[in-house]
């Protein structure tokens, strides 16, 4: 079994959920304040925090699992 291999693609796999939650949740561009959207979008979407979120969703699934 190739652990990093493994890593690598739970890690893709949960990083492209993420995004697509995102992009679903934050409103469109095209809705005023208009200006407002687009820097919120650019701040969540494309990778720019992908690795904070990534972390922050381990560490919510190490939490959930301590306290079960």
Same mark, same amino acid.
């Given at each position: ?7 690598? %693609?739970?890690?893709?796999? =949960?990083?492209?959920?993420? /995004? ?8 469109? +561009?095209? =809705? =005023?304040?208009?200006?407002?959207? /687009? ?6 979407? %494309? %990778? ?6 990534? =972390? ?5 699934? +190490? ?6």
């Amino acid at each position: 079994m190739d652990l990093h291999n493994d890593f690598q %693609g739970w890690a893709s796999a =949960i990083q492209q959920r993420t /995004e697509q939650a995102l992009d679903q949740a934050l409103p469109a +561009v095209s =809705i =005023i304040p208009n200006q407002l959207h /687009e820097a919120m979008r650019y701040a969540t979407l %494309g %990778g720019g925090q992908t690795r904070s979120r990534f =972390i922050g969703s381990c560490r919510r699934r +190490v939490l959930r699992r301590g306290c079960q």
